[in-house]
């Protein structure tokens, strides 16, 4: 059997960014012909797409890990590595993406709308993109980044103009099915309903959704029955029918007190649903009893200001004249919406003082650098490769991290951590005029790769060593036993 799962928590984990390559260009005769490492492919991305086949967010609710596919490494010979492909997960149409705090992240309405819910890494450059005019022989490449992992929460919000609400066996199912091709379950028990049911209505040229919202009870809003399961899919709606049931023959209850108590769970549920229009309708009228107390209650809600209509499902009685009202209603309200403006790109230029990071001293005296650069920087960073670690220490220095730390008043020896607590690089700082610059030289420089030099002057160095091997022979005195 089919099972409704209109709320999810998902994780999801991007795709790794492919690991740059070190290599260099090798033939005959030629043994070093520079360097020709590839860049590593980018990690894929997760994706989120309204796909109008799917109603339901039952297979996450079974699967809820999903992981994109990562980038594959560089190679020599410059070949770049494969980008991990996307994983695209198709939901329903109206559903909310938010973070484990609650906030909306994104609100997924129409055919086609997506969100990226985790990022790819991007790939590693290799030392091919890493050489320039002053490196040109790297000895290193970039890590890969690591792809976006992310904790979610996806909920189904029912996409329909028009919310049928009411009591258990009230008749909604019933009403939904003759307005309506929809055909959902319909008996003589309470809670028949166990999912929003949507039907298409045709009112002379105005086309709308209508939904069948299961039933509700006292303290729906509190959880109790199914209230609180599927009161959020009336939240879109633009119109609220209140359905209410002229033949109950439950003796505490009567139409206007059900009409109190639901009205009373939309309130605390919601407000924004206060000025949502209402129409009342009175069904089940084809039952004696239904008839003449649908008479005597339709002038007490009329004085509410309610709009009231008498009508039978069963024998398809005042329908008509409900369609064409509810017709009138949601153009009503599709005209009062804003009109949706063509797509605009938001510029922000940065502010003329950001740095882009930022440095911070804690209360152990600890000195945290954090921002987007700084800590991608460190997680393509090899620290088993000092070539790769004094590149790493140029780039922070030409950023301006270490005339940062001097100003917030660090000195040598004192603690830095790049990162958040978590995930962070500790490291003893050694202020540098050219950071690194001192432990490795010229760093990316390789006298291999130089141009040849000419042959008087390998004969002049060639002799000029002899000459300083035979002085120093000249100098040596044997020891007398």
């Known amino acids: 059997m089919t099972t409704f799962v209109d709320r999810v928590e998902l994780h999801v984990a991007a795709g790794n960014g492919g690991h740059g390559c070190a290599s260099v260009h090798r033939e005959k005769f030629k043994p070093l012909g520079g360097p020709d490492g590839g860049n590593g492919g980018r990690g894929g991305d997760v994706i989120l797409t309204v796909d109008q086949s799917v109603t339901t967010l039952l297979e996450y609710h079974h699967s809820p890990h999903r992981k994109a596919t990562n980038g594959k490494p560089g ?150 029955g199914l209230g609180l399961e599927f009161l959020r899919h009336v939240e879109r709606c633009s119109v609220l029918v209140h359905v209410l049931d002229t033949a109950t023959l439950e003796s505490e209850r009567d139409p206007i007190s059900d009409l109190d108590i639901i009205e009373e769970e939309l309130r605390q549920y919601k407000t924004s649903l206060a000025d949502r229009p209402r129409v009342v309708v009175l069904n089940k009228i084809d039952v004696p009893d239904g008839k003449d107390l649908a008479e005597m209650v339709r002038p007490d809600l009329e004085e509410r200001g309610y709009r009231v209509f008498e009508v039978s499902a069963v024998a398809h ?55 987007e650069k700084p800590e991608r920087w460190v997680r393509q960073t090899d620290f088993n ?28 020896g004192d603690g830095v951590a790049i990162g958040p607590e978590d995930n962070a690089v500790v490291f003893d700082w050694e202020p540098t005029v050219m950071a690194g610059a001192e432990m490795l030289g010229r760093r990316g420089e390789d006298h291999r790769f130089e141009a040849p030099r000419p042959a008087a002057q390998r004969r002049r160095d060639r002799q000029a060593e002899r000459d300083e091997a035979a002085q120093e022979f000249d100098d040596f005195e044997p020891f007398e036993g």
Do not use: C, W
């Open 75 to 224: 190679e020599g010979g410059n070949r770049s590595g494969k980008d991990g492909q996307d994983l695209v997960l198709p939901v329903p149409d109206g559903t909310v993406v938010l973070d484990k705090a609650g906030n909306v992240l994104a609100d997924l309405v129409g055919h086609g709308t997506s969100y990226v819910a985790a990022q790819g890494g991007r790939g590693g450059l290799g030392n091919a993109a890493l050489a320039s005019a002053r490196r040109k022989a790297p000895g290193f490449a970039l890590l890969g980044v690591p792809g976006d992992m992310q904790d979610i929460v996806l909920e189904l919000k029912t996409v329909a103009d028009v919310a049928l609400v009411g009591y258990p066996s009230a008749g909604k199912s019933s009403l939904i099915s003759v307005l309506s091709a929809a055909k959902p379950k319909i008996a003589d028990y309470p809670f028949t309903t166990l999912v929003p049911n949507l039907g298409v209505v045709t009112a002379g040229s105005t086309v709308y959704t209508i939904a069948d919202v299961p039933g509700l009870i006292p303290g729906a809003s509190q959880g109790k």
């Open 385 to 412: 490769n000092d070539e790769a670690v004094g590149y790493l220490a140029d780039r922070l220095n030409r950023l301006g991290v270490e005339e940062q730390l001097m100003k917030a008043g660090a000195r040598a």
């Open 317 to 371: 009685t005042g329908l008509k004249e409900l369609s064409f009202a509810l017709a009138e209603l949601v153009a009503k309200s599709r005209a009062a919406k804003p009109k949706e403006e063509a797509t605009r790109i938001v510029i922000r230029p940065k502010a003329v003082d950001d740095a882009g990071f930022t440095v911070v001293r804690e209360e152990d005296g600890l000195f945290r650098v954090r921002g």
